[in-house]
């Protein structure tokens, strides 16, 4: 009976074998798209909507001289004859200006846009600045523990003593006194340096807790037993595992900072009247209010409202998508 290797032929053993396709990994976008994050964002109706309500203003804001239909701060353009029109469905109003006009005859919606430009880079500013000073102090103060963390922690408890809007108010007053006819990027810096500087003192206190409790795990023993510098392991290892809180405290701040703004340019030591902001604007409605001026407080105010609600909203669904203990 013949074999029936005989019927296929030799073996050819010159062949090389077979090539065997490589796995294709997917890319960090689809990976984010089939994540957790994603997951609940999609699945959480108030995360869709403060996310929606905070891009449109943030958009407008940033976008305002192109999105805007006039420029408020152009007095070429200004018409005295145009003041204190009512809202365009009100008997009086037009549909030139769609939210009324001021005393000054500036269109109110585009005022609202310029002024929540400023109010934003007053607060992002603000927040980037104390969440700098924050962290340094906390990584070092709770990596380096004893006397120096004892005496970060009494001056946190010495800012913690005072109102956080008393310090922007004695900081502010200080820096106008200084400087009375200091040029507007010096008086936005003093405005930046009084909120932050009551502001990093969370930031602080949430990044010493976190990195008390990394400087004991395993990968910093370790880290230690081959001689790197302390430094370096808290630039490299400790922050990024402490910047989870730090993530979610920093979008609730912004909003925080937003309002701090808006009280002290209210109180007249904010930015100054040539750069109005949502605060400076609802400070010069009041004045109008009881001449039946409505929209010159409601508008603002409700601008301010939206802006601050939708990012504590936002912050609020990111601190629990950001928890392992949730999910």
């Not at 405005?191 to 395993?218: C, D, F, N």
């Not at 990968?219 to 430094?231: C, E, F, K, T």
């Amino acid at each position: 009976m013949p074999d029936a290797a005989d019927d296929i032929g030799p073996i050819r053993r010159d062949l090389p074998p077979p090539a065997i396709a490589p796995a294709i990994s997917p890319g960090w976008w689809a990976r984010f798209l089939d994540g957790d994050f994603w997951h609940s964002f999609r699945s959480s109706p108030v995360a869709i909507g403060s996310a929606a309500v905070a891009l449109i203003c943030i958009f407008c804001a940033v976008f305002a001289g192109w999105v805007a239909p006039h420029n408020p701060t152009d007095l070429a353009t200004l018409e005295l004859g145009d003041s204190m029109l009512p809202p365009a469905w009100m008997a009086g109003g037009t549909a030139k200006y769609l939210l009324g006009t001021d005393e000054q005859g500036r269109d109110v919606l585009s005022a609202l846009m310029y002024g929540a430009q400023i109010s934003l880079f007053v607060g992002a500013a603000s927040v980037l600045l104390s969440l700098l000073i924050g962290v340094t102090l906390g990584l070092v103060s709770g990596y380096a523990g004893g006397r120096l963390d004892a005496l970060i922690m009494r001056v946190c408890d010495v800012m913690l003593s005072f109102p956080s809007i008393l310090i922007a108010l004695l900081i502010a007053g200080v820096g106008h006194a200084l400087f009375p006819n200091a040029h507007d990027t010096l008086a936005f810096g003093v405005l930046i340096i009084a909120i932050a500087l009551p502001g990093w003192v969370q930031y602080a206190r949430a990044v010493r807790g976190s990195t008390m409790v990394e400087r004991h795990k395993e990968y910093v023993q370790a880290a230690r037993v081959i001689g790197v510098s302390p430094l370096r392991i808290m630039r490299k290892h400790v922050l990024p595992n402490v910047m989870g809180p730090v993530l979610v405290l920093s979008t609730i701040q912004v909003a925080t900072a937003i309002l701090a703004e808006a009280t002290l340019s209210f109180l007249g030591v904010g930015v100054s009247p040539t750069s109005p902001s949502l605060g400076t604007f609802i400070n010069e409605g009041q004045k109008q209010l009881f001449s039946g001026a409505w929209w010159l407080v409601i508008f603002p105010g409700s601008m301010l409202v939206m802006i601050a609600l939708s990012i504590n909203l936002f912050g609020d669904w990111l601190r629990d998508a950001l928890n392992p203990r949730l999910r």
